[in-house]
């Protein structure tokens, strides 16, 4: 298992299950003294209920005195609108609608600071690519989504 700032071994692990087969299995990790070796969950996100289950059980594990860090691994869609969705009903995806991009996302979050690393998912005649890593740290009080704010920042 990683250490605690191994994230490269993360992001290494994300690109290789989606270079697979063109999808990431969601999952979680969870580092810190309650979990050691550190712990990797894979995450149920088939409907709203089990994205809602899912997040509510991660964060009573994050929440665990001495955990350090949450890492998650997600496919996710970012620029959905309104017109999109229509675009969705239409065409039966959100792929090709215009403004939206679909990534993946790995979240780590740190007591202080969430640092998001993302990679566009490129869908194209048949091939489907992922791109570079892009880094970008979000403060705490910046940061918002189902699977962001799971550890106690006080502990």
Not at 36 to 59: F, H, N, W, Y
Not at 66 to 92: D, L
Not at 109 to 124: F, L, Q, S
Request: glycine share 10%; hydrophobic share 45%.
């Amino acid at each position: 298992m990683p250490k605690l700032v191994d994230i490269e071994f993360i992001l290494r692990g994300a690109r290789a299950n989606f270079n697979a087969d063109g999808r990431l299995a969601p999952v979680a990790f969870i580092f810190g003294a309650p979990f050691e070796p550190p712990i990797m969950l894979g995450l149920q996100l088939g409907s709203v209920e089990d994205k809602e289950r899912t997040a509510c059980g991660l964060r009573a594990l994050a929440q665990k005195p001495g955990t350090r860090m949450v890492a998650t691994a997600t496919e996710q869609w970012v620029g959905v609108t309104q017109a999109s969705h229509r675009y969705a009903r239409r065409h039966g995806t959100l792929a090709g609608a215009p403004g939206v991009r679909e990534l993946v996302c790995v979240a780590v979050e740190r007591p202080k600071e969430i640092t998001m690393h993302t990679a566009e998912i490129v869908r194209a005649g048949g091939v489907t690519l992922l791109g570079p890593w892009e880094q970008t740290i979000v403060p705490r009080s910046e940061a918002s989504g189902l699977f962001i704010g799971l550890l106690d920042p006080e502990a």
